[in-house]
């Protein structure tokens, strides 16, 4: 953890940028917005008691600001109204909810545990985070287990919030947040094509030699 505290990324400028919110409103708990793009993570704002219409409009702002290419807000519990409030307002976001069958239900007990387990790889094969002790204590906070039962088969899961603050922890919303970015998968763009050169010849100089260049662009 303290080596991505300290990571620098590269080439991640033209990789996809996903946004995400964790929301929360009442006791400890607090509303988080961070970024990730490739390698790099940004965290953006923190939040305590505000309501879920300052939320949805501080994600509108973010999205317009930022231009991401997704957008994922915590879909439970109080985010419902987020995300409400940003499709009201003409934005698409994505719901992301944690208690949902995660995408491997052989491996994962829920989505919560699967995009925490590719936080944890993301984490291991080298990225970027921000130097914040908040973030860092929460990406430690929560551990891995078995989940036993009929249903669940000895399949990873995560933690429960409940069980961490049992222990003293916190929810760990800034981990949530990051976690969240990898709730889409989206495709890198395609580089743009190369504008087609074209030499129009000069008075009295059919071969061009004298011309000059211009570039037509590829509709």
Avoid at 42 to 59: A, W
Avoid at 78 to 99: I, K, M, N, P, S
């Amino acid at each position: 953890m303290e080596a991505a505290r300290h990571y620098k990324a590269v080439g991640h400028q033209t990789l996809p940028k996903i946004l995400a919110c964790d929301v929360a409103r009442f006791g400890d708990d607090q509303s988080v917005f961070g970024i990730r793009q490739g390698r790099k993570y940004q965290q953006l704002e923190k939040f305590r008691g505000k309501p879920t219409d300052f939320i949805g409009e501080r994600v509108i702002h973010w999205i317009r600001t930022l231009a991401p290419d997704a957008t994922v807000v915590d879909g439970d519990g109080l985010g419902a109204g987020v995300c409400d409030h940003c499709t009201a307002r003409g934005f698409r976001v994505f719901e992301f909810h944690g208690g949902a069958a995660s995408h491997d239900p052989a491996a994962y007990f829920n989505r919560r545990t699967e995009v925490w387990a590719a936080l944890k790889g993301w984490l291991i094969s080298g990225a970027e985070i921000p130097d914040d002790a908040e973030l860092a204590a929460d990406l430690t906070g929560p551990q891995f287990d078995y989940a036993q039962g009929k249903r669940s088969h000895g399949t990873l899961a995560l933690e429960h919030k409940d069980l961490m603050k049992k222990r003293g922890l916190n929810s760990p919303d800034c981990g949530d947040t990051l976690a969240m970015t990898f709730g889409v998968q989206v495709a890198p763009k395609e580089p743009e094509e190369e504008p087609q050169v074209l030499t129009i010849p000069g008075p009295g100089d059919w071969m061009g030699s004298s011309g000059c260049a211009t570039s037509y662009g590829r509709k």
